[in-house]
């Protein structure tokens, strides 16, 4: 069993910065992980996936402004946030797939990673 812990959330203003952390309760350093986003009344998506070797995947819609990295060592998992939308509102959670890679994650998952966190709440106002 893997518990992620996301934090970070809040309220920010459109342009401006937020940066996302989830905590992991085991080593996860050879796991694909992502964040995923999902707003009210939407499908989720993955906004942003990193492989066990580093290499990093985006959403076409959060490319350029968000960067995602880890430390393995302190076994937490960040999403830095740049020049927010208020189209970039909604919970945002962590996950962790063994099986996957960061750009299958980013084409094709929603919903099928092995864990997940309970979510941050990311509300950006115009």
């Known amino acids: 069993q893997v518990q992620l812990q996301e934090s970070g959330g809040g309220s920010v203003q459109a342009g401006g910065s937020l940066k996302l952390s989830c905590a992991s309760s085991a080593d996860t350093a050879n796991r694909c992980m992502g964040w995923f986003r999902q707003a009210p009344g939407m499908e989720r998506e993955a906004v942003a996936a990193i492989d066990g070797d580093g290499s990093t995947t985006y959403a076409a819609s959060v490319e350029g402004r968000f960067t995602i990295s880890k430390d393995s060592a302190k076994k937490i998992l960040y999403l830095e946030m740049d020049s927010l939308k208020p189209e970039d509102t909604g919970m945002y959670y962590c996950?962790?797939?063994?099986?996957?890679?960061?750009?299958?994650?980013?084409?094709?998952?929603?919903?099928?990673?092995?864990?997940w966190g309970k979510g941050t709440l990311v509300t950006v106002s115009s």
């Open positions: 996950a962790t797939g063994e099986s996957y890679t960061s750009e299958y994650v980013i084409a094709n998952v929603r919903y099928g990673m092995d864990y």
